[in-house]
């Protein structure tokens, strides 16, 4: 007791708990947030689209191709289908036969990224005009500065909190039956081409 008279107490640096508590609070909360755009295209079944097109160019592609061999195979048979046995005017006619075959099929290939590319393109015209609306409105009413796409390995954690998913589900009104007009669009189904017709998908060898 004379010690602390003589020496005095020193205030301790370490504020109470109410204080630290205080300061935690006043923290700037995280201001970005997350939004899984996979969940939303297979909600409007957009994948779904895009994968029977690609069927459907690939049933094309194997058309072509197998039209293509059987017209060699008879051409050889009319020759004597003895490859042994061509004559130099009918070996070269095979060629050029073969190399008119291998470029139907690039042309068919050619035209059908182009399809698959303009489907795709519309595929996010679709998306950006029914989500960035509800993204930026949610975004400003939570106060994110940011808004990530939420991929698997795209970043290592995020809380529940920030994913504001269904929020923009619900803001958009997808899936619901206002929707269904989204999900048959003829400008999908059979976009476009400048391609030639006769031409067709990939794997021409």
């Known amino acids: 007791m004379c010690v602390l008279l003589i020496l005095g107490c020193t205030p301790s640096a370490t504020p109470p708990q109410s204080q630290q508590a205080s300061a935690s609070l006043a923290k700037p909360r995280s201001s970005v947030g997350v939004i ?14 895009v994968t029977e097109k690609r069927k459907k160019l690939t049933a094309e592609f194997g058309v072509l191709q197998k039209g293509l061999r059987e017209a060699m195979e008879k051409k050889l048979a009319g020759f004597g289908d003895d490859v042994t046995k061509l004559t130099e005017s009918q070996r070269k006619e095979l060629d050029e036969m073969e190399m008119s075959g291998r470029n139907q099929l690039r042309a068919k290939n050619a035209e059908a990224q182009q399809l698959i590319g303009e489907t795709q393109k519309w595929m996010q015209r679709v998306l950006d005009q029914k989500t960035k609306g509800p993204i930026e409105a949610i975004a400003d009413k939570r106060g994110f500065d940011l808004v990530l796409y939420k991929r698997p390995g795209s970043f290592a954690f995020s809380r529940p909190a920030v994913d504001i998913t ?9 899936g619901t039956a206002s929707d269904d007009e989204q999900k048959d669009s003829p400008a999908l189904s059979e976009p476009k081409s400048d391609a030639p017709s006769s031409a067709v998908p990939k794997s021409a060898e």
């Open 36 to 49: 899984d755009m996979q969940r939303i295209i297979s909600l409007m079944q957009l994948d779904r689209q």
């Open 166 to 174: 269904d929020e923009v589900i619900a803001l958009s009104g997808i």
